[in-house]
């Protein structure tokens, strides 16, 4: 098979680690007999420095008609800390969300055997650890009217859903536990929030459309509790832009590092694969930053065009990775801690 993959390394360690997920991912298109074709553009920090936004049209343009988009990072202390900028990075990331239509965020939490004891959380509590959170990514607080208003000494962001950006959102959850153990969590805030009462009402009305699904309801609050006490209790939870910003980052420690886990946002035309973690601009150049997330990303990417064994093959470097105590300095714990670039040639020459 033939593909085009759009390429957006972003800022800080995006470069490197999308490096280390094109190296492997060229390795599997070898071993099966694909041919992928890179298609390079700027975003992020990079883009603002080189155009002056930070999602430049030429960028859509090849994001829209590629087969897939592979994502870095991005951010810039520059700009993290000057909060008067008037472009910024991540307003790069909500237009590209946008402009492609990615409303579905996918992200997978699962631990690793040979990484249990890594854990900030006991064995015992994460052991068997497997579930996704979808989190809504086009609308919410992030999407909403904000302003300033009272000479400044105001502000206001306003959060709006309608029940069609539920329903789409939802019908994935529900479409994704059938394939799973068919229990669904939707995660919500509706003993308060009017848009959460949407949420709950919305979800319910679609329960008669999958018998076999086990839906639950819970607070935001309680599933952020639940989270650090029993993760396992969870399969498919399903939630909006805000609550799923948070929870996905709690969920992700679970597993021992940021490092290690990837995500992809789902559209109608067009889906992008990237790692969880940010641009680290402090290890900028430094040959530490742990490549495994983006190259799991890489590998939910060939899962989604439907090439099953080609991702099991990426998954099963990383985890002999892993066994073998092949890792950067997050994992090293210790021991010989490995460079970013001999992680990316240890796993291809593995495949």
């Not at 959380?121 to 919410?140: C, H, N, P, S, Y």
């Not at 329960?207 to 498919?236: C, G, H, I």
């Not at 609550?243 to 980052?249: A, E, Q, R, S, V």
Request: aromatic share 8%; glycine share 8%; charged share 25%.
């Amino acid at each position: 098979m033939k593909f085009n993959i759009a390429l957006l390394a972003g800022d800080g360690i995006g470069p490197e680690v999308i490096d280390q997920a094109v190296k492997v991912s060229d390795a599997i298109a070898q071993k099966f007999g694909h041919e992928i074709t890179w298609k390079p553009a700027l975003t992020g920090a990079a883009a603002i420095d080189a155009v002056g936004e930070p999602y430049p049209d030429s960028t859509h343009e090849i994001c829209k008609n590629a087969d897939a988009v592979l994502f870095g990072a991005i951010g810039h202390p520059k700009y993290d800390n000057d909060p008067s900028a008037p472009v910024r990075p991540e307003q790069g990331l909500l237009k590209m969300r946008k402009a492609l239509g990615l409303f579905a965020n996918v992200r997978p939490t699962f631990t690793f055997p040979s990484l249990l004891d890594k854990s900030p959380l006991k064995r015992e509590r994460i052991e068997g650890t497997d579930l996704v959170f979808l989190r809504e990514l086009t609308g919410g607080i992030y999407f909403g009217e904000k302003g300033r208003r009272d000479g400044g000494e105001t502000a206001f962001d306003n959060c709006v859903y309608t029940r069609h950006e539920v329903q789409r959102l939802a019908k994935k959850g529900f479409e994704l536990a059938m394939t799973r153990s068919k229990r669904l969590c939707c995660v919500d805030k509706a003993n308060v929030l009017e848009t959460s009462r949407l949420w709950r009402e919305t979800v319910q009305a679609m329960e008669k459309d999958y018998p076999e699904v086990t839906v639950s309801y819970e607070f935001v609050d309680a599933v952020a509790m639940r989270l650090v006490q029993w993760p396992n209790t969870y399969d498919v939870l399903i939630t909006e832009n805000l609550f799923g910003d948070i929870l996905t980052d709690e969920a992700s420690v679970i597993s021992g590092s940021m490092g290690l886990m990837p995500s992809a946002s789902m559209g109608a035309e067009v889906s992008l694969f990237e790692p969880i973690h940010g641009s680290y601009p402090q290890a900028t150049g430094l040959n530490i930053a742990n490549p495994m997330a983006t190259v799991l990303s890489a590998a939910m990417m060939f899962e989604n065009f439907g090439l099953m064994e080609e991702g099991k093959a990426m998954r099963d470097s990383v985890n002999k990775a892993l066994e073998a105590g092949i890792v950067t300095e997050d994992l090293a714990d210790g021991g010989k801690a490995y460079g970013t670039k001999e992680v990316g040639d240890w796993l291809a020459a593995n495949i």
